[in-house]
């Protein structure tokens, strides 16, 4: 019989430690598979109040900033935002999904659509720059005409 060391056989297998085994955990679950049942969970909730549901995806992404699935999750929050007529969820949503898509016509114009139903001053600005040829200099938004153009609301 070979000699142990260390709990190593002179061969250089591992001994089984009767111990180890006893105490011996499933493994954890992965970040996709937790991911998986926390998205689900949002969704097995009997309720179909859109704003529950927006709730329930704003925690998920609380607790899952990087998650994969990211902009499917923003871009639900976004349609039942829409469908719970709820304009400001809906605009965070778009801004956030602009941040990966800044230049996405149908994301820019559903965007601008959003802040200018919340009809402030400020979401009204922000809604007309969503519609400026060149957003990304202010100055040129001024000065392009998208500025000074109001937008007709037909509601």
Do not use: W
């Amino acid at each position: 019989m070979p000699e142990r060391v260390g709990g190593e056989s002179a061969t250089g297998a591992s001994a089984p430690k009767a111990e180890e085994e006893q105490t011996a955990k499933p493994a954890p679950q992965s970040a996709s598979d937790e991911e998986s049942d926390a998205l689900d969970e949002v969704f097995r909730t009997p309720s179909t109040d859109p704003q529950e549901i927006i709730r329930g995806l704003d925690a998920f992404l609380a607790r899952f900033p990087q998650s994969a699935r990211r902009e499917q999750v923003l871009r639900t929050i976004f349609r039942r935002a829409v469908e719970a007529n709820d304009p400001r969820k809906a605009a965070e949503a778009a801004e956030k999904l602009l941040e990966k898509h800044p230049n996405d016509p149908d994301l820019l114009s559903a965007a601008a659509d959003q802040f200018d139903r919340i009809g402030d001053a400020t979401s009204r600005e922000k809604s007309i720059s969503f519609q400026c040829p060149d957003r990304t200099s202010r100055a040129m938004y001024r000065t392009c005409g998208c500025g000074s153009s109001s937008r007709t609301r037909t509601e």
